[in-house]
């Protein structure tokens, strides 16, 4: 079957928009500096500006997910792309504190719905082989968005620190895009003409279960849901390690520009680009489960290799070899979810790995930050390197299981 131009063009959408969700707070890491002076705050304060959007997408997700299932996707990402682009960008105008925070939690309210809508928007309209594709391509356009979001921040805020918030406007034509080629669909993917292959999973009796006892009924027929939420969880702590204390790592060995830390950064966001990009065609070669154990042995050679790391170009193959792994498990863990999630309550279940992913991100510098004072910074990345080996010894362990059962 050839893949028609409204599912072509649902797919560049959903790509393009994917690069929204990293941009929220990426492209705003370089200025960091720029706007505590801008609004005379102190460090941690222009520190929330940076973090608010994050505590309201945990909140939001499952809202959005919910209401999702309810509504279909379309409608729920167009207003999710709406209220990014004026939250994001009210930056341009505002000039106080108090407001900008305001505006970052209207940001992440849409972060919330255009992350879920995305991924549901991938369920419904792709199967097999093509959503194998298109959550690659999804998770290579988010290893991208990291590469690429944080230089244009830095390249703008050399002009003014309220530039930047002047990109989430990109937001506003992905909308009308999406209103103009994107096809409605209803709840549990039945399109707008009916010819969706949706419909309620009979595990739930034909509608979804409300509140927590419904989602516990679903985790305990299928626990390992459980499983890719932890995965998806760890993986974003560790994805925070590097981008909390690689810059510490690289201060000791002589390189403080913001602008060489950001290439490095970015070369850890194309390998994971390219590893993504790559997903569709290794997943129809390779069981995912056997690309994840391949994604924990890249991380453990990453952050073994972090931990000596003497000069500038030896801290390049760490962060290469931990993108290169979360291209990997990145779609991995959206796919397992589609597949273990009653076919109605998609959205619901979809957002939380959003919510795990985020969670994971606020605690990194909780769960890492403690080892600094104790064993410097190096003691991170061997922690990291201790957990990416437990990953390793978990998964391999399972796999055996799975062969001899």
């Given at each position: 079957?050839?893949?028609?131009?409204g599912?072509r063009?649902?797919?560049?959408?959903?790509?393009a928009a994917?690069?929204?969700?990293v941009?929220?707070g990426a492209?705003?890491g370089p200025?960091?500096?720029?706007?505590?002076?801008?609004?005379g705050v102190?460090?941690?304060?222009?520190?929330?500006i940076i973090?608010?959007?994050?505590?309201?997408i945990?909140?939001?997700?499952?809202i959005?997910g919910?209401i999702i299932?309810?509504v279909?996707?379309?409608r729920?990402?167009?207003a999710?792309?709406?209220?990014y682009a004026?939250?994001g960008s009210?930056?341009?105008?505002?000039?106080?504190f108090?407001?900008?925070?305001?505006?970052?939690a209207v940001?992440?309210?849409?972060?919330a719905?255009?992350y879920t809508?995305?991924?549901?928007l991938i369920?419904?309209?792709?199967e097999?082989?093509?959503m194998?594709?298109?959550?690659?391509?999804?998770?290579g356009?988010n290893?991208a968005?990291?590469a690429?979001?944080?230089l244009v921040?830095g390249?703008?805020?050399t002009?003014?620190?309220q530039l930047?918030?002047g990109?989430?406007?990109?937001?506003?034509?992905?909308?009308?895009?999406?209103v103009?080629?994107?096809?409605?669909?209803?709840p549990a993917g039945?399109?707008?003409?009916?010819?969706?292959?949706?419909g309620?999973?009979?595990?739930?009796?034909?509608?979804?279960?409300?509140g927590v006892?419904?989602v516990?009924?679903?985790?305990?027929?299928?626990?390992?849901?459980l499983?890719v939420y932890?995965l998806?969880?760890?993986a974003?702590?560790?994805?925070?390690?590097?981008?909390?204390?690689?810059?510490?790592?690289?201060?000791?060995?002589g390189?403080?520009?913001?602008?060489?830390i950001?290439?490095y950064?970015?070369?850890n966001?194309a390998?994971?680009?390219v590893?993504a990009?790559l997903?569709?065609?290794?997943?129809?070669r390779?069981?995912?489960?056997?690309?994840v154990?391949?994604?924990f042995?890249?991380?453990?050679?990453?952050?073994?290799?972090?931990?000596v790391?003497?000069?500038?170009?030896a801290a390049?193959?760490?962060?290469v070899?931990f993108g290169l792994g979360l291209?990997?498990?990145?779609?991995?863990a959206f796919?397992?979810?589609?597949?273990?999630?009653p076919?109605?309550?998609?959205?619901?279940f979809s957002?939380?790995?959003a919510?795990a992913g985020y969670?994971g991100?606020?605690?990194?510098?909780?769960l890492?930050g403690?080892?600094?004072?104790v064993?410097?910074?190096r003691?991170?990345f061997?922690a990291?390197?201790?957990?990416?080996g437990g990953?390793?010894l978990a998964?391999?362990?399972g796999?055996?299981?799975r062969?001899t059962?």
């Amino acid at each position: 079957m050839t893949e028609s131009s409204g599912t072509r063009a649902t797919l560049w959408i959903v790509v393009a928009a994917a690069t929204l969700t990293v941009m929220a707070g990426a492209i705003l890491g370089p200025v960091v500096p720029a706007i505590q002076d801008g609004l005379g705050v102190s460090e941690s304060a222009a520190g929330l500006i940076i973090t608010t959007h994050g505590a309201l997408i945990v909140l939001v997700s499952p809202i959005a997910g919910s209401i999702i299932d309810r509504v279909g996707p379309r409608r729920p990402f167009v207003a999710g792309l709406l209220l990014y682009a004026v939250g994001g960008s009210a930056g341009l105008v505002i000039d106080a504190f108090g407001p900008l925070l305001l505006s970052r939690a209207v940001l992440g309210v849409g972060t919330a719905f255009v992350y879920t809508g995305i991924t549901v928007l991938i369920y419904e309209r792709f199967e097999g082989q093509r959503m194998d594709r298109a959550l690659g391509l999804r998770s290579g356009a988010n290893s991208a968005g990291a590469a690429v979001w944080p230089l244009v921040g830095g390249a703008l805020g050399t002009v003014s620190w309220q530039l930047p918030f002047g990109v989430y406007l990109i937001a506003l034509p992905l909308g009308l895009l999406a209103v103009a080629l994107i096809p409605e669909y209803g709840p549990a993917g039945a399109a707008a003409d009916g010819s969706g292959d949706g419909g309620s999973d009979p595990e739930s009796g034909g509608t979804p279960a409300a509140g927590v006892a419904g989602v516990l009924a679903v985790v305990r027929r299928r626990p390992a849901l459980l499983a890719v939420y932890l995965l998806y969880f760890g993986a974003n702590a560790l994805l925070y390690s590097i981008v909390v204390f690689y810059p510490q790592l690289l201060a000791g060995i002589g390189t403080t520009s913001s602008l060489s830390i950001s290439l490095y950064l970015a070369a850890n966001g194309a390998a994971g680009g390219v590893s993504a990009a790559l997903y569709g065609r290794l997943v129809q070669r390779v069981r995912r489960h056997v690309l994840v154990v391949a994604a924990f042995a890249l991380w453990l050679g990453a952050f073994a290799t972090a931990t000596v790391a003497d000069s500038p170009l030896a801290a390049v193959p760490p962060v290469v070899g931990f993108g290169l792994g979360l291209g990997l498990v990145f779609p991995s863990a959206f796919s397992w979810v589609e597949a273990l999630a009653p076919a109605d309550r998609q959205g619901q279940f979809s957002s939380y790995l959003a919510s795990a992913g985020y969670v994971g991100q606020f605690l990194a510098p909780v769960l890492f930050g403690p080892l600094v004072p104790v064993f410097g910074v190096r003691g991170v990345f061997g922690a990291a390197a201790v957990a990416a080996g437990g990953g390793v010894l978990a998964l391999g362990a399972g796999l055996a299981t799975r062969r001899t059962a």
